[in-house]
Each structure stands twice: as C-alpha cells, then as structure tokens.
C-alpha cells in the first residue's frame, strides 16, 4: 500500500505543479494578484505532495519491501541500515525523485520567504518553478517510476553497489543536487526578470542569497565526492577528470561568476545583461549534468541509466528549458539598459575579469567533456580527452585567477588605483617569490610549474590577509579596537576573504597531491616493509575478516617514520558476493603534512600480496580549503539571507507600528 500511496501522491504532484506553473503567468497578465497568489499555495502543496511520494520510497527501502522493483534491485536484507536509506537515491528511479523533491523545497521556501516581497516578480519565479518541476516529475512517472511493483516478490534484493556503500556516497548525492537544483531559483528569478524588463539592484538582492545558496551545497557536494574518490577507489587520486566529475565542476565554474557578478547589479546597477545569462548559464549547465549522468550516453559509476528513452525525454527537457531561456534573453537582454560607468581598473573591472576567467575556464571543461562524445556521434571514432589536456589548459587559467584574486578585492567601486594596492603587498609577493624557490629546492626534479603554482597560492593566502589586516587597522591603531572593527566588516568582503584563501589553499592541496606525490609497488610476504618518502610499512599479518554484506581480506602494517614507531595501519580487500564485485579499502594515515596510503591487492601465489604505497604532500589541505571556500559563500550569504530579510522586515513594521 505505501508504494501506491506514494504513486498517488506523485501524480497528484504533477497536476499541482502544472497550476503552479500556470497560475502566476495568468493572474500577471490579467493583473488579479489572487490567481497570482495560487503559485505559492501550490508550491507548499507541491513540496508536501513529493515529500510523501520521496518519505514511501524510504519506507519501502528501510523495511526492505522487495514487492517494490526499486528497493529489490538496489536493497538487500544484509546490508547496513545506512545504506538501506542511502539506497534510496543510490539508483536512477530514486535520485531523480530526489531531484524533485530539493526542487520542491527550493520552490516552498522561495514562497515562504518572497512572501510580500516584490510579489509579481516572485509568482512569476515560483511559475518558472512550476514549470520545471512539472517536466521532471512527469519525467519520473513516464520513464522511471520508483514505484514500479515486482510479483511474485523475490526472497532478496540484488544489493547497492559496494562502491556507493560509505557515507561518503550517501551524502554526496543530496549536496550535490541541493547545489544543482538550488540555481534553479537564480534561473527562474532571471526569467522572471526578463518577462519584467526588471533586473536592478532589488532583483539582485533577491537572487544573491540563493545562488551563495545553491553554490555553497555544490561546493561541498562536489568536495565530498573527491574526498570518496580519494580514500574508497584505492588510486590514491581525488579527481579523474572523469566527465560525470566534469559534470558538476562546470555549473560550479558558471555559479563562481553568477555570484561576483550579481554583486555587481546589487551595488552599482551594471552588467545586467551578463549576470542573467550567467544565471541562465549555471542552472543550463546543470540540467546538462543531469543529462551526462542519467541519459546512459556515460559509463560510469555515477550513471545509472541505460534506457534511450529517458535520455529522450532529458534531452527534450534540456532544449525546451535551455532553448526557451535563450530565446527570451535574446529577445529581452538588449531592453536591460543602464547608466553605470566603471573605469577599467576599478572593482567591477576585477569581477569582470574574473569572470571572464571562470567562464573561459568553464568553456575549457566543456569541450573537453564534449568533444568525445560529438566525435564519436559525427564519425563513430571514440577518442578520450585525459588529464594532460585538462591540466595544460585549465590548470594555466586558474593560475591567473590566484594573480588577480588580491588585488581585485582592493580596488574601489568605479575607480581604483593599483599603485596603492601593490605599494602594501609587497611582503605577500616576497613571500610567494621564497615559496617558489624552496619549493623548487625541495621537489626537484619535479615540475618547477608546481612551484610556481605553490608559490601563486602562498602569494593569494599572503595578500588576502595583509588586505583583511589593513581593514581592521592590525598595524595604525590599537590592538584592543581590532574585534570591534572585524565585527564591523561587511559580511560580503569577509566572506569573500575566507573564499579566496580556502581556493588558493586547495590550489595548495591539489599541487601536493597531485604533482609531489611519490607512489612504490611491491610484492611482499609478512614481515617484508615498502618505503614510500620519509616512511616505511611493514607487513604484519594478513587475515580474513567478515562483514554484514561482505567478505575481507584485512592486512596489518606496522608504520615507522625515519625509523621512529608511529603505530599501525590496516587496509582491505572486500568481496561482496552478491553484486559479485569487490573493493578496496586503503589504509590512510592523515598529518598536516600529508597522507601515508596504503592499498592492499591480489595475492600472488609464491610471490607475496601486491601492496600499493603512496605519500600524498598536503593533501588534506585540499578538503581544508574547500571547507572554507564554503564557509565564505555562507558568510557572504548571511549578509541578505532571505529568512533575515523576512525577520528585519517584521522589525521594521513592529517599529513603526510602535512609534504609530
């Protein structure tokens, strides 16, 4: 009976959505402010429809209920509760009702908190929401129904893929689609916008926090998804440049420059014309994402769909939506006309450049990502596009990007001065100009362009903080003034000091890891040691080891660093019967330095086991600055968070209804 509950509910969804998407179109172009009004009334109703149909599909997988074809094809009795739940958008049918269930919530809360705030231009965004929302569910009912019931039921259930058993993987999906559905709101408001012939300051007030929103959840989905790369797949790497990875880096690019961008229309009324099609752009990119993953036109871990027809019916949702939103903003995009004049060097100056880096950046991931797939539909030959292309020209354009991030940021509104900027960073390019050198020293004869990366991180870090000290006055005025005046920094430039720092941080981590790395591999009987940099692991035993779902085999090292004893690792080879799949868990060891990891292979008969030790420099600093490059967005957010405009607005009536 759930499964039918949540089928029922799911339809209802639909025919909600679809008056939703009407209604505030209708009641905007008859004027009636109440049939406007039923969009908010309908996104509630739609958010509570989905929220059953997503609730029955979690019943079904945590009470194991294989009558449901979803839950026996990605359940089984033995596996951990966790992944019992985590199961439940661990497949196509389920991820995508997932989808629809943060699109609902996005349309609830831009209801709840646009609620008596620019109400013609928030109905027509819930109506856009409407829209959209309608496609995807209808895409669930028609092609990928989670509900779909199997008789006679089998006795068990086939089981999640072990891979997508960790936690991990079952956090990963839900940030990511909190990111990727959350621009939808950016998108709907910049649509709004153009039917308005409105995109100013207000608009742009409205959109900031919602696309801070939307790329804060990315960024920590798309760190948790390289953070799982790193320690469950046993290559001791955190990105591939694999195209579903591409997938969600490209909508991250694009909502990087929404986010300066916007800042611009909020404080000086220009580039409008670019900030829209940059909103447009960011939610484009992830419908395109959604696309890669769950067309079938990819094989990978993250895919899950192989059915044509849902490829279709994506691909027709992507031209309708990316096509229709083009259209309207060549027909609109030239009425957004302003008055507002900057000078080259100044701070819109900066953000534009940066944005232009972003968007260069994004277009390099794009053809990339694509150019394989068109070849191989054009011709049929299937070529691959690899790391060396990716890290020769991407990787340059970053390294641009730490150049200006500094500077930029000090510039003034309309007119700035770069002589004053660089008189003061000085010590901060002193300061990148040493780390080159005894990175050079020290890593020879790797690369010296790492240390030239290396170095352009210690320069961005440095000039970011020599910027945040002259703003609280660390160095003229009294020491004991200082947490006044860090209190009085504007949440916005705060949160952008954090964000540049966690980036160039991470730029830090992605050179230790990624260029410094030093990799050994052996053959080895208990008792041999392999040496990895300045460590030495010994084996000490191998043994079998069972667990709920899964059969291991578990070594045991004994861990030295320039002969001192620092303890043990473990590592595992597991076999999961019923998938019929195995895999490795790598054996880490974290310091602030860099990771010891060991990985534990076959076991080859008179020769020993076939062990894999890497020394990761810095690695961890990596996810340390993508922590803070998510920090920042949300302190940067905090300045004009809708739930703390709908409480300051209340303040205001209740003052003024007091002095009344």
Known sequence: MTAELGQYALTLALLVALIQGVFPFVGAARNDAALAAVGRSAALTLCLLVAIAFGCLTYAHAVS??????????????????????????????????????????????????????????????????????????????????????????????????????????????????????????????????????????????????????????????????????YELGWGGFWAWDPVENASFMPWLAGAALIHSVRVVEKRDALKVWTVLLAILAFSLSLIGTFLVRSGILTSVHAFAVDPARGVFILAILAATIGGSLTLFALRGALLTTNATFQPVSREGAILLNNVLLVTACGTVFIGTFYPLFVDILSGARISVGPPFFNASFLPIMALLLVALAPGAMLAWKKGALNAGFARLWPAALAGVACIALSAWMTWPKPVAAALGAGLAVWAIAATLIDVAARLKLFSAPLRDAASRFSNLPRSYLGMAIAHAGLAIVALGVIGAGVWRVETVRLMHVGDAIEVGAYEASLVDVVRATGPNYVAERARFSISKRGAARGEMTSERRFYPVRNMQTTEAGIRTTLGGDLYLTLGEETPGAGWAVRAFYNPLVIWLWVGAGLIALGGAVAGAERAPFLARRNERAQAAKAEAAA
């Open 65 to 230: 209920d294989f009558t449901v074809l979803n839950v026996f094809q990605n359940s089984h009795t033995a596996k951990p509760f966790l992944y019992k739940l985590s199961g439940v958008w661990g497949n196509h049918e389920g991820s995508m009702l997932l989808w629809a269930l943060i699109l609902a919530l996005y349309g609830a809360a831009v209801a709840l908190f646009g609620r008596g705030r620019e109400t013609t231009l928030t109905a027509k965004a819930l109506g856009v929401q409407g829209v959209v929302a309608a496609a995807f569910i209808a895409f669930i009912l028609f092609t990928s129904n989670p509900f779909e019931r199997v008789f006679p039921p089998p006795a068990d259930g086939a089981d999640l893929n072990p891979l997508l058993q960790d936690p991990g993987l079952a956090l990963h999906p839900p940030f990511l689609y909190l990111g990727y559905v959350g621009f939808s709101v950016a998108f709907a408001y910049a649509i709004a916008g153009l039917l308005e012939k409105r995109i100013d300051s207000v608009w742009a007030g409205i959109v900031r926090p919602w696309a801070l929103t939307a790329w804060v959840f990315l960024t920590i989905g798309i760190a948790l998804g390289s953070w799982w790369a790193y």
